[in-house]
């Protein structure tokens, strides 16, 4: 059993309930990284009165396929938003269904997706009332992130010397949380800037779909560092490619 035979049973039970207004895939298998580890998110559009009639039809489809052994219901505080994680018994233990509604009624300014977008995507298997909307990307958000992380990112970068002092203590546990604060934490977000500039505090989050792999390689070497003449070097690399990127990301605007 795969992502898209169970895709097709859930079409199957939802395209033809009228008060099911959309079904689309966010993540992975939307965005075309999914992999054998990945977990399915799929998203319903539902009038606000049948989320019960809704997942009757969901689970009572799923169970045709087989035992459900995990049925979490979450609540994510939102009064318009639900979600429930599923697993079949004897799939792929990786294979979680983590299944999300929006209530028919949520205001459509609230949510939307960017066109051509390779962190947050949709991929949309029915929609009877154009309900997921993909618009272009705002050169404007671009711009005020920019801007708002300049400030706290040169601040992070100007407190190196907190992570040389540990060095020179020899303890290692305070260097390697300076390091990650101060060293990785800014040139991640520069990263982000450079090149998903819409999400400059996805962080790690995924970043190794997001960056080239020359890039990703740099990293992973500074992330790799374990003892205290590794964070030294490595700061030095660090240092020295922070000032490439910000060069590159604000050096035109100077």
């Known amino acids: 059993m795969n992502e898209k035979?169970?895709?097709?049973?859930l079409k199957e039970a939802l395209e033809s309930l009228p008060y099911v207004y959309a079904f689309w895939i966010e993540g992975s298998f939307a965005t075309g990284t999914a992999d054998e580890y990945s977990d399915i998110d799929y998203w319903v559009d539902v009038d606000d009165e049948k989320v019960t009639d809704m997942l009757h039809n969901v689970e009572t489809a799923?169970?045709?396929i087989g035992e459900l052994d995990e049925r979490d219901d979450n609540s994510?505080?939102?009064?318009?938003?639900?979600?429930?994680?599923y697993h079949i018994k004897g799939t792929n233990p990786y294979l979680v269904l983590d299944f999300n509604w929006q209530l028919h009624s949520r205001d459509r300014n609230e949510y939307f997706y960017y066109k051509n977008d390779i962190v947050e995507g949709a991929k949309v298997i029915f929609d009877?009332?154009?309900i997921v909307r993909f618009v272009e990307i705002d050169r404007k958000i671009i711009a005020n992130n920019k801007n708002s992380c300049r400030a706290d990112c040169d601040y992070h970068y100007s407190q190196h010397f907190r992570v040389q002092k540990y060095i020179l203590r020899g303890t290692l546990p305070e260097c390697y949380a300076y390091h990650n604060r101060y060293v990785i934490e800014p040139l991640v977000i520069m990263l982000r800037l450079k090149y998903t500039p819409m999400y400059p505090h996805h962080y790690l989050l995924h970043i190794s779909h997001h960056i080239p792999k020359a890039d990703l390689t740099r990293l992973e070497k500074l992330l790799k560092i374990s003892n205290l003449k590794g964070?030294?070097?490595g700061m030095k690399d660090a240092e020295s490619w922070y000032k490439e990127l910000q060069s590159e990301i604000y050096g035109l605007e100077e």
Not at 5 to 9: A, D, L
Not at 77 to 84: D, E
């Open 128 to 130: 009877k009332d154009e």
């Open 5 to 9: 035979e169970i895709t097709n049973v």
């Open 231 to 233: 964070f030294d070097d």
């Open 76 to 85: 994510n505080g939102h009064p318009k938003l639900g979600q429930i994680v």
């Open 62 to 64: 799923l169970q045709k």
